[in-house]
């Protein structure tokens, strides 16, 4: 039941994630003088980012054990 409860909270934390790339992206698309390939760099850059943080807030928020055993 850990595992589930882990995964739903890591679910969670992953649309908040995506969420966050979303609104990053638009906002740098509505900058004036800049290339359109940028709010795509932004979208990326915040998303690699932010998904592996959201396993390790997943993982503290439920008190998971990093390593069975």
Known sequence: MQGLILLATFVVMALISVAVSVFAGL?????PHLHDMFSLLVFFGILIVLLPL?????????????APG
């Open 27 to 31: 906002l740098a698309d509505s900058l």
């Open 54 to 66: 959201s396993w390790v807030i997943a993982l503290r928020l439920t008190g998971a054990p990093r």
